[in-house]
């Protein structure tokens, strides 16, 4: 089983920076995949980055050249580095990762972007 806490989320304003962390119960690097993903408000969780085991990324079209993705393989760390956030960007965000085709979800952190 594995468990991904999420920390990092808060307030900021519009143009401001934030990072995300999450922390995994495993050792990241035998994960297939690792990412972020959020959810505003009535709205369906959806892709924001996502990390393969040799490190090719994929971003939404949305966050592209404003986050990145990072990990930390020995202390089992993924991270997103937000900048220049909008007011759009407010929602949960939620680490995932999947192991042998199995998906676990972190339990979110709320990022507020006020205008």
């Known amino acids: 089983q594995v468990q991904l806490v999420e920390s990092g989320g808060g307030l900021v304003q519009a143009g401001g920076s934030l990072r995300l962390s999450c922390a995994a119960s495993?050792?990241?690097?035998?994960?297939?995949?690792m990412g972020w993903y959020l959810q505003a408000p009535g709205k369906q969780r959806e892709l924001v980055v996502r990390?393969?085991?040799?490190?090719?990324?994929n971003y939404a079209d949305s966050v592209k050249g404003r986050f990145a993705i990072s990990r930390d393989n020995a202390e089992n760390l993924i991270y997103l580095q937000m900048n220049y956030l909008k007011p759009e960007d407010t929602a949960v965000y939620y680490c995932?990762?999947?192991?042998?085709?199995?998906?676990?979800w972190g339990k979110g952190t709320l990022v507020t972007v006020s205008s």
């Open positions: 990390i393969n085991s040799i490190g090719s990324t």
């Open positions: 495993g050792t990241i690097s035998s994960f297939n995949y």
């Open positions: 995932s990762a999947t192991k042998l085709n199995v998906d676990y």
